[in-house]
Antibody, heavy 116, light 110 residues
Framework: QVQLVESGGGVVRPGRSLRLSCAASGFTFSSFGMHWVRQAPGKGLEGVAVIWNDGIDKYYADSVKGRFTISRDNSKNTVYLQMNSLRAEDTAVYYC?????????WGQGTLVTVPS | QSALTQPASVSGSPGQSLTISCTGTSSDVGGYNFVSWYQQHPGKAPKLMIYDVTNRPSEVSNRFSGSKSGNTASLTISGLQAEDEADYYCSSYTSSSTLIFGGGTKVTVL
């Protein structure tokens, strides 16, 4: 069965960096695009970044462009989110999800807290 | 890019039907047949309920259906049940090759 497991969250000071990982299993990872979607406490969902299956095409929300980088290692079935210059407004649960035009399977999320 | 527009809350009695709207623009909802709907219970990850406007994953009840007209998509829940009480989000593929989400709708079963 499809499984996505995020890791790497934690408490980080403003301006610092953090890298999230999402380990995938139960499907042919290299055939699917992957998303990072976040949800601030008590708020809605926000698409952060997406990477196509070949890892070449990547797209970002305006709110993170220039600060966050999505990447993947198809040999390790893992997608990453490198987050630099973190701000208080980046505090959220970060989910990875499978797909391109939709998000059909989701991980359980990892919490990133940036104190103000 | 602004979030898609959803009503903050809707409610209904068991057995009734209710519909949630999701309004975007020609650059997202109106421009592509890539609207999805997700159900999220408190403290849980979102679950895909509808994709490509009208398609339902095999494990999702046929009480859930989707449609679209112009820049507005809709999710209908028929035969409302207590377990349907949750937050619902729409999403659309966009001209920027990203996913944009709605602000979410809280469904209450009276």
């Amino acid at each position: 069965q499809v499984q996505l497991v995020e890791s790497g969250g934690g408490v980080v000071r403003p301006g610092r960096s953090l890298r999230l990982s999402c380990a995938a299993s139960g499907f042919t990872f290299s055939s699917f695009g992957m998303h990072w979607v976040r949800q601030a406490p008590g708020k809605g969902l926000e698409g952060v970044a997406v990477i196509w299956n070949d890892g070449i095409d990547k797209y970002y929300a305006d709110s993170v462009k220039g600060r966050f980088t999505i990447s993947r290692d198809n040999s390790k079935n893992t997608v990453y989110l490198q987050m630099n210059s973190l701000r208080a407004e980046d505090t959220a649960v970060y989910y990875c999800a499978r797909g391109m035009t939709t998000a059909d399977y989701w991980g359980q999320g990892t919490l990133v807290t940036v104190p103000s | 890019q602004s979030a898609l527009t959803q009503p903050a809350s809707v409610s209904g009695s068991p057995g009734q039907s209710l519909t949630i709207s999701c309004t975007g623009t020609s650059s997202d909802v109106g421009g592509y047949n890539f609207v999805s709907w997700y159900q999220q219970h408190p403290g849980k990850a979102p679950k895909l309920m509808i994709y490509d406007v009208t398609n339902r994953p095999s494990e999702v009840s046929n009480r859930f259906s989707g449609s679209k007209s112009g820049n507005t998509a809709s999710l209908t829940i028929s035969g409302l049940q207590a377990e349907d009480e949750a937050d619902y989000y729409c999403s659309s593929y966009t001209s920027s090759s990203t996913l944009i989400f709605g602000g979410g709708t809280k469904v209450t079963v009276l």
